[in-house]
């Protein structure tokens, strides 16, 4: 059974950090490109990073380019994303998806709660 | 960076056909996929690859891309179709994933 469960997810004041994690089980990581989407409350899906099987290749969202850092460690079969800098319009459920055939996500976890809050 | 559009949001009534449609600039040159996401849980792959459907998809969901238009469409809708459904491609040009704005169907 394949499963993908984000963490990290926490109540943070602007211009604070936070760290999410997704730890995957139940597929091979490291032949699993990956990808962070979101979905602020009231809107739609957002794609905010991707990173290759072995970290060689990461695109960004504009949202997202020099804010947040996306990365991976195949050997503990964890997916990162580093956020920094952190304002109220970051307030959003945060998804980890494995991409297959033609950039599909076929796996979703159930996301992960962060706001941004004073 | 690309664009989709989705069409306004749709009601049906159960055993009805709903046909959603997601808009891009020659979108046929493209590989459409298609998410159901209902409030609380992950998303789920209804549609890849323009028409495939992943195991344990019915097959009353197919898909279609043609010119500027990819559509999604779903027969003999049952109640536990009700959800937000977003079409998605690869921009190759800049690497970037890119969702529609999502078609809410009542059922």
């Known amino acids: 059974q394949v499963l993908l469960v984000e963490s990290g997810g926490d109540v943070v004041q602007p211009g604070k950090s936070l760290r999410l994690s997704c730890a995957v089980s139940?597929?091979?990581?490291?032949?699993?490109?990956m990808n962070w989407v979101r979905q602020a409350p009231g809107k739609g899906l957002e794609w905010l990073a991707y990173?290759?099987?072995?970290?060689?290749?990461?695109y960004y969202a504009e949202s997202a380019r020099g804010r947040f850092a996306v990365s991976r460690d195949n050997s503990k079969k964890t997916l990162f994303f580093d956020m920094s800098s952190l304002v109220p319009e970051d307030t959003a459920t945060y998804f980890c998806?494995?991409?297959?055939?033609?950039?599909?996500?076929?796996?979703w976890g159930p996301g992960t709660l962060v706001t941004v809050s004073s | 960076s690309y664009v989709l559009t989705q069409s306004p949001p749709v009601s049906v009534a159960p055993g009805q056909t709903a046909a959603l449609t997601c808009g891009g600039v020659?979108?046929?040159?493209?590989?459409v996929h298609w998410y159901q996401h209902q409030p609380g849980a992950a998303p789920i792959l209804v549609i890849f690859?323009?028409?495939e459907r992943p195991s344990g998809i019915p097959d009353r969901f197919s898909g279609s891309n043609s010119g500027n238009a990819a559509s999604l469409t779903i027969s003999r809708v049952e109640p536990g179709d009700e959800a937000d459904y977003y079409c998605q491609v690869w921009d190759t040009a800049s690497g970037h994933r890119v969702f529609g704005g999502g078609t809410k169907l009542t059922v």
């Open positions: 690859n323009d028409n």
């Open positions: 998806a494995r991409e297959r055939a033609g950039a599909s996500f076929d796996h």
């Open positions: 020659d979108i046929d040159t493209k590989s």
């Open positions: 990173i290759s099987e072995t970290g060689d290749r990461i």
């Open positions: 139940g597929l091979t990581i490291s032949d699993s490109p």
